[in-house]
């Protein structure tokens, strides 16, 4: 089982007695047995941690059935639900497979992220297409089909990158729909407003995940970024998913429509 060790402080039952959905709670599978958590899988555990009872949705069944069962190991409830997030009907399904398995739906996270392509040159149409399917319309589905199954006074939020502030990785379908995650999530708050759902955005900089592995093995230039962050170091899942149920919780009870950047610093200086 990869690396799940939080060495934050003790949680405070910031979230008891809530019912979550995250929708890419799996975690990249990695032949290194010291390899981190991802931040979906970060993101359920602790929100479990923190008293939720927690829908773990990923494409992937074992993925999803592995987050399941480190939620119920931290003594809440966690069910797996499966499914394509870039589908409109699975994505319809795993909100309706959350309610009922849940009882009720007061929250929900949408993780979910690719990137392809190297330039404008090389990056192919199908691969744009691919990328925006997944990093954008996903997210334009899960609030679509989430935001009227979500309790009024709950809470969404969505985790993008610090791509979206500026051409940050080579890759311009990965940038472009990063930068979109900020209209969706500005949107999905005046939507919600009226019934006092918040919804926000978690901006995440250079993470030590496995997904950033892959991506420091594929483009020596992250790695070399990681001296340019002031805090001297890369984040950890934990340290997003802090974020993350912090605006969950009723402690962001007056934050709407506002992006929490988690980056050390980096897009600072």
């Not at 090389?122 to 609030?143: C, G, H, I, K, M």
Request: proline letters at 7%; hydrophobic letters at 45%; glycine letters at 12%.
């Amino acid at each position: 089982m990869p690396e799940t060790r939080h060495p934050a402080p003790r949680p405070v039952g910031l979230l008891t007695g809530r019912n979550v959905l995250v929708i890419g709670a799996g975690t990249r599978p990695s032949d290194d047995p010291k390899a981190p958590v991802g931040n979906g899988r970060a993101v359920a555990v602790l929100a479990a941690r923190e008293g939720a009872c927690v829908a773990c949705a990923d494409v992937s069944p074992s993925a999803a059935a592995a987050t399941a069962d480190l939620v119920g190991e931290s003594g809440t409830r966690g069910v797996p639900v499966v499914g394509d997030a870039t589908d409109p009907g699975q994505s319809s399904a795993m909100v309706a497979e959350a309610v009922h398995r849940l009882g009720s739906l007061d929250a929900m996270v949408v993780n979910v992220g690719i990137g392809l392509g190297a330039g404008l040159a090389d990056t192919s149409p199908e691969q744009w297409d691919r990328v925006l399917s997944l990093n954008l319309s996903a997210p334009f589905l899960a609030a679509k089909y989430g935001l009227p199954a979500v309790a009024d006074g709950g809470s969404i939020v969505f985790v993008g990158s610090v791509a979206g502030l500026r051409a940050a990785t080579d890759s311009p379908a990965y940038d472009s729909s990063k930068a979109g995650l900020f209209g969706l999530t500005r949107h999905v708050a005046k939507e919600g407003a009226p019934r006092g759902i918040r919804a926000n955005l978690v901006v995440p900089g250079l993470v030590d995940t496995p997904m950033g592995r892959e991506a420091s093995a594929r483009r020596a230039s992250r790695t070399t970024s990681f001296a340019r962050i002031p805090l001297g170091r890369q984040g950890t899942a934990w340290e997003v998913a802090e974020a993350v149920a912090f605006l969950l919780s009723d402690r962001a009870s007056y934050i709407t429509g506002q992006s929490l950047v988690v980056d050390g610093g980096l897009s600072a200086v």
